[in-house]
Nanobody, 117 residues
Framework: QVQLAESGGGLVQPGGSLRLSCTAS????????MTWYRQSPGKERELVAS????????KYADPVKGRFTISRDNAKDTVYLLMRSLKPEDTAVYYC??????????WGQGTQVTVSS
C-alpha cells in the first residue's frame, strides 16, 4: 500500500525555522521525483520545491528561494523541506507529492504550517 506521511508542521514565529519530513512506503522511492506543494485558504495549490530521484537536481519557487532547502535520504525513503526565515505568507498546508510518471503519482495528507507572532 502506497503511503506518504508528512510531519514537522506547527506554529512558528516570523523569522523562525521548521523542517518538514515526508516518509514514503509502498513504492521504490529513489525512482520518484519528489515535490513539496502548499495551499493557503482561498488560494490554489502551488509548487514550493522539487528534487530529482537521485537528489542531484532541485528547483524552487521564487518566493522561497534562498530560504527553503529540499533534500532527500533514499536510504530512509524520506524527503525533507528545511524552511528558514519564515514569513506569515508561508502559512499553508504543505503537501508531499511523488511523481513516478503517469498512473504513478501520489499525494500525502498534508501538514499545517502557521507562521504567526
Amino acid at each position: 500500500q502506497v503511503q506518504l506521511a508528512e510531519s514537522g508542521g506547527g506554529l512558528v514565529q516570523p523569522g523562525g525555522s521548521l523542517r518538514l519530513s515526508c516518509t514514503a512506503s509502498g513504492f521504490t522511492f529513489s525512482n520518484y521525483f519528489m515535490t513539496w506543494y502548499r495551499q493557503s485558504p482561498g488560494k490554489e495549490r502551488e509548487l514550493v520545491a522539487s528534487i530529482s530521484g537521485g537528489g542531484g537536481s532541485t528547483k524552487y519557487a521564487d518566493p522561497v528561494k534562498g530560504r527553503f532547502t529540499i533534500s532527500r535520504d533514499n536510504a530512509k525513503d524520506t524527503v525533507y523541506l528545511l524552511m528558514r526565515s519564515l514569513k506569515p505568507e508561508d502559512t499553508a498546508v504543505y503537501y508531499c507529492y511523488a511523481d513516478g510518471g503517469p498512473q504513478y503519482e501520489y499525494w500525502g495528507q498534508g501538514t499545517q504550517v502557521t507562521v504567526s507572532s
